[in-house]
């Protein structure tokens, strides 16, 4: 059960375009088209932006995308707004009835 | 509204035991996975377990198996974790959360749990 790997940071100015990987292995993202995405703002729950992939949550909007490479996923903010900033997790099925989650990136919006 | 409220969480000292809640409302639990899923003060997410609809099934993460029962009864629309042999590094904020095609499209608040002396 490792966690998923993300990088701690990413940023962008406001209009641009931002992409976050996650990394996992044949037995979690790689295995299963069940990656999800989650927004977390400070003292907030999180937030289902994105599961499946690359379906997006009732109300999300569309600048938000997901997809999927091999074991890596990736979320892509496009237009970047100041409320986007925020921290972002992935999270996969695993298997056998678990779960994992990334450690998180915390996105700044310039 | 669709809604999830935790509630249970407090100040225990290492090797207590506390019993966290999760209340359902506006929807039926009945028929949902649920989990539990905390996040210490600072860091990041860290799922924790798992209940399939009819309880049959249930997982933990390999941090707390042995020590953490989840457990639900659906005719009160309620979901549980029991924690016992308590530790420093169990203190979080503990969500529980509804499944939705194996990811979690509903949260609650969450409540905090402090394991200190």
């Known amino acids: 059960q490792s966690a998923l790997t993300q990088p701690p940071s990413a940023s962008g100015s406001p209009g641009q375009s931002v992409t976050i990987s996650c990394t996992g292995t044949?037995?979690?993202?790689?295995?299963?088209?069940?990656v999800s995405w989650y927004q977390q703002h400070p003292g907030k729950a999180p937030k289902l932006m994105i599961s499946?992939?690359?379906k997006r949550s009732s109300g999300v909007p569309d600048r938000f995308s997901g997809s999927k490479s091999g074991n890596t996923a990736s979320l892509t903010v496009s237009g970047l707004q100041a409320e986007d900033e925020a921290d972002y997790y992935c999270y996969s099925y695993a298997g056998s009835n678990n779960w994992v989650f990334g450690g998180g990136t915390k996105l700044t919006v310039l | 509204e669709v809604q999830l409220v935790e509630s249970g969480g407090g100040l225990v000292q290492p090797g207590g035991s506390l019993r966290l809640s999760c209340a359902a409302s506006?929807?039926?639990?009945?028929?949902?996975?649920m989990h539990w899923v905390r996040q210490a003060p600072g860091k990041g997410l860290l799922w924790v377990s798992q209940i399939h609809s009819d309880g049959s099934t249930t997982t933990y993460a390999d941090s707390v198996k042995g020590r953490f029962t989840i457990s639900r009864d659906d005719a009160k629309n309620m979901v549980y974790l029991q924690m016992n042999s308590l530790r420093a590094e169990d203190t979080a904020v503990y969500y529980c959360?509804?499944?939705?095609?194996?990811?979690?499209?509903?949260w609650g608040q969450g409540t905090l749990v402090t394991v200190s002396s």
């Open positions: 959360a509804r499944d939705f095609a194996y990811s979690s499209d509903v």
């Open positions: 044949s037995s979690d993202v790689g295995g299963y088209n069940y």
């Open positions: 506006g929807f039926t639990l009945r028929g949902y996975w």
């Open positions: 499946e992939v690359s």
